[in-house]
């Protein structure tokens, strides 16, 4: 069952459901304004999150941020006529490929056999929409380019394009006086090519640019809210595994071998799944 959960004084979050692939949403509430991020998977996703706020007290936000094109966080914006909603240049033009597109089993299941579509989100948006299949796909209000600062009063939040393998167009939102990085999916490897990977060089950009935020919370939107501590793991094992990628020129059992070596110690399940991921990122 989904909660609402709060860190500091002024960040809300919703949790995630893996079966539909509803994300966490957030919120952040300032004295003047409030943002939400990301604007869920449906219109019940936007709807359930706001009235789970609504019981806390909490209105309806002035405006919405998009982490990234993909359905999963856009498909609620439908519903959230009211708040002014906000993307980088590339999520909006990601977002407007999808408008000519249908969403009924039959139309899904083509996009799956034809390779424009993962069966994965297929399934998920067949299990979140059960009856009526009305999407509306809904272009964001206004773009921004490098960044974008927005004052709301008491607290600031700081939006940054930083890419990353899973959507280049993933944008961070940073909640700069509660020291809370929202993550989206930056972090995650791209699911949607034959094989799941991760890239060298696109990783390692991306985790430069997520070190430089003074984070002490940061929210991966399928996972959970984690500390400045288990990000620096994650990120340790990243940098970890790709520095051994061209080593090993992407051979999978000598990146295993040199690993354990380094590590002094066996693979653990995780770390056998990432070294796998940038193995096939090196070879496709």
Same mark, same amino acid.
């Not at 998977?41 to 309806?60: P, Q, V």
């Not at 249908?102 to 009856?131: H, M, Q």
């Not at 974008?148 to 959507?167: F, R």
């Not at 959970?224 to 990243?238: Q, R, T, W």
């Given at each position: 069952?989904?909660?609402?959960?709060?860190?500091?004084?002024?960040?809300?979050?919703?949790?995630? $459901?893996?079966?539909? !692939?509803?994300? @966490?949403?957030?919120?952040? /509430?300032?004295?003047?304004?409030?943002?939400? =991020? *990301?604007? #869920?998977?449906?219109?019940?996703?936007?709807?359930?999150?706001?009235?789970?706020?609504?019981?806390?007290?909490?209105?309806?936000?002035?405006?919405?941020?998009?982490?990234?094109?993909?359905?999963?966080?856009?498909?609620?914006?439908?519903?959230?006529?009211?708040?002014?909603?906000?993307?980088?240049?590339?999520?909006?033009?990601?977002?407007?490929?999808?408008?000519?597109?249908?969403?009924?089993?039959?139309?899904?299941?083509?996009?799956?056999?034809?390779?424009?579509?993962?069966?994965?989100?297929?399934?998920?948006?067949?299990?979140?929409? $059960?009856?009526?299949? !009305?999407?509306? @796909?809904?272009?964001?209000? /206004?773009?921004?380019?490098?960044?974008?600062? =927005? *004052?709301? #009063?008491?607290?600031?939040?700081?939006?940054?394009?930083?890419?990353?393998?899973?959507?280049?167009?993933?944008?961070?939102?940073?909640?700069?006086?509660?020291?809370?990085?929202?993550?989206?999916?930056?972090?995650?490897?791209?699911?949607?090519?034959?094989?799941?990977?991760?890239?060298?060089?696109?990783?390692?950009?991306?985790?430069?640019?997520?070190?430089?935020?003074?984070?002490?919370?940061?929210?991966?939107?399928?996972?959970?809210?984690?500390?400045?501590?288990?990000?620096?793991?994650?990120?340790?094992?990243?940098?970890?595994?790709?520095?051994?990628?061209?080593?090993?020129?992407?051979?999978?059992?000598?990146?295993?071998?040199?690993?354990?070596?380094?590590?002094?110690?066996?693979?653990?399940?995780?770390?056998?799944?990432?070294?796998?991921?940038?193995?096939?990122?090196?070879?496709?």
């Amino acid at each position: 069952m989904q909660q609402i959960k709060q860190i500091g004084t002024r960040f809300y979050y919703q949790t995630p $459901v893996a079966d539909t !692939d509803r994300p @966490i949403l957030g919120m952040v /509430i300032g004295d003047r304004k409030s943002l939400m =991020i *990301d604007a #869920g998977n449906s219109e019940d996703h936007a709807r359930y999150f706001l009235k789970e706020l609504s019981e806390k007290g909490i209105k309806e936000p002035d405006m919405v941020a998009l982490t990234h094109w993909h359905w999963d966080h856009i498909f609620g914006l439908s519903v959230l006529r009211d708040a002014v909603s906000l993307s980088s240049h590339q999520t909006k033009e990601e977002i407007s490929k999808l408008i000519p597109l249908g969403w009924s089993d039959v139309e899904l299941d083509e996009r799956v056999k034809e390779g424009t579509e993962i069966e994965f989100c297929a399934n998920a948006i067949k299990k979140e929409f $059960v009856g009526s299949r !009305d999407i509306t @796909i809904t272009l964001p209000d /206004i773009t921004f380019g490098e960044k974008m600062e =927005i *004052d709301l #009063g008491g607290v600031t939040c700081i939006l940054k394009p930083v890419g990353g393998d899973h959507a280049a167009d993933s944008v961070v939102i940073y909640v700069r006086e509660e020291k809370i990085l929202f993550l989206g999916d930056c972090f995650y490897p791209d699911i949607f090519s034959e094989k799941v990977n991760y890239t060298v060089n696109t990783t390692t950009r991306l985790l430069d640019q997520l070190e430089s935020f003074e984070a002490e919370w940061f929210i991966l939107s399928h996972g959970e809210a984690i500390s400045k501590e288990d990000f620096k793991n994650e990120v340790n094992l990243l940098r970890a595994v790709a520095s051994i990628t061209e080593e090993c020129d992407g051979d999978v059992t000598r990146m295993q071998k040199l690993y354990e070596h380094n590590v002094g110690r066996d693979s653990h399940e995780e770390e056998l799944e990432v070294i796998q991921e940038f193995a096939n990122g090196y070879t496709m």
